[in-house]
């Protein structure tokens, strides 16, 4: 899977050039913190679509 590899670079570009300026670990650092953010409304997204897609299917 995609989401769990540890070379993922979920950055934009202000955030690498940032990044770099800041040294490895903090990169690291951002870039966990990045994909934390995500989770988040990727899980509302998926429990509403899934609702929504159980909610079609009672028939």
Request: charged share 10%; net charge positive; aromatic share 6%.
């Amino acid at each position: 899977m995609t989401c769990l590899s540890h070379e993922l670079m979920a950055q934009c570009s202000i955030c690498t050039k940032t990044a770099q300026q800041l040294g490895p670990h903090a990169a690291r650092s951002l870039n966990s913190g990045i994909l934390y953010l995500m989770a988040t409304p990727m899980a509302v997204v998926s429990v509403i679509t899934y609702r929504w897609w159980k909610s079609g299917n009672r028939k």
